[in-house]
């Protein structure tokens, strides 16, 4: 999912260049600084809506349904990041905001999900290191993003072997230069499209069945499959354990601050401040992009 949301930063310069390049200018155009910002963080902003709202909603309606939502609603507006249209520039950009918006509001709901899941499947011994290994994957998805669009760079100038700016300013931008991007944007969709299957054949988590559900029966059943292990359903304990006062607290009490406030604040301080420096580094001027003539440059 990181591949879907990340590889819009190296796709900035080439945006400017195609959209925003004046025929008498003796430089490339370059995306102005409010709409670089704008195209560069809306899917953030995105994210946090829908981290909010699906984590929200999974908590009503089960982690596996909403799951294969936030799927959806990735491939789809994947794809149509791809397709955005316009008379102008503006037009382009700003159906480009729109879209990326509704992308992060997907990968905003798969985030919370994904550690979710994995930690009502994982046992206490082994939580933290799946969890770790579900936000590793970030970074994998970053590093696939740029050899995509190195792979498709390479095979425009393979194709087209269009000039330098220097050389010919017109010509170092034929037409076919616009599919670039596009094409980048909507691969993103494949991998995300490609565990639907899988997602959509994992049962419920167990912990969600039995304790929010309250159908104990169903999570021993569910867990017995997964681990190809006869597991015997404990209603009583189960009911006891979902009526315990000890666990009758909700998010803004004392009690949930006593337990986990430490634990809260420490992700949330961690993940804002990375968002901060990566959303400041995407927008900053000195990103590194991959320009129409093959060159690296800054």
Same mark, same amino acid.
């Given at each position: ?29 370059? @995306? ?229 406030? /430490?634990?809260? /604040? ?7 401040? @990375? ?24």
């Amino acid at each position: 999912m990181p591949m879907i949301c990340f590889c819009i930063s190296l796709l900035t310069k080439l945006l400017g260049r195609l959209y925003y390049t004046d025929p008498g200018s003796t430089r490339p155009g370059a @995306l102005p600084i409010n709409i670089a910002a704008a195209v560069s963080g809306v899917a953030l902003c995105g994210t946090l809506a829908g981290q909010l709202f699906f984590g929200w909603l999974g908590d009503k309606m089960g982690r596996k349904k909403v799951y294969g939502i936030t799927l959806v609603l990735m491939v789809a507006t994947s794809i149509a990041s791809g397709l955005s249209f316009g008379s102008s520039a503006k037009g382009v950009m700003t159906t480009l905001c729109f879209f990326r918006f509704w992308l992060g509001f997907g990968v905003g709901g798969d985030y919370p999900l994904s550690a979710t899941i994995m930690s009502e499947y994982a046992n206490k011994k082994t939580r933290g290191s799946f969890i770790a290994a579900v936000f590793a994957m970030q970074g994998m998805g970053i590093l696939a993003g740029g050899i995509v669009s190195l792979i498709v760079s390479a095979g425009f100038e393979s194709k087209f072997k269009p000039p330098t700016w220097n050389e010919d300013p017109v010509a170092s931008m034929p037409p076919e230069s616009d599919y670039i991007w596009r094409i980048v944007l909507m691969f993103g969709a494949l991998p995300a499209a490609l565990t639907y299957y899988w997602r959509m054949q994992m049962p419920e988590t167990a912990r969600y069945t039995a304790l929010v559900a309250k159908n104990a029966k169903q999570a021993a059943a569910d867990m017995s499959r997964v681990l190809k292990v006869n597991i015997e359903a404990e209603e009583e304990r189960v009911e006891h354990i979902a009526k315990s006062e000890q666990n009758q607290f909700g998010l803004f009490t004392r009690e949930f601050a006593r337990k986990y406030g /430490i634990r809260l /604040i420490g992700t949330l301080v961690h993940g804002f401040l @990375l968002d901060i420096a990566f959303t400041v580094k995407t927008c900053s001027k000195r990103t590194f992009s991959v320009p129409l003539d093959g060159s690296t440059s800054r």
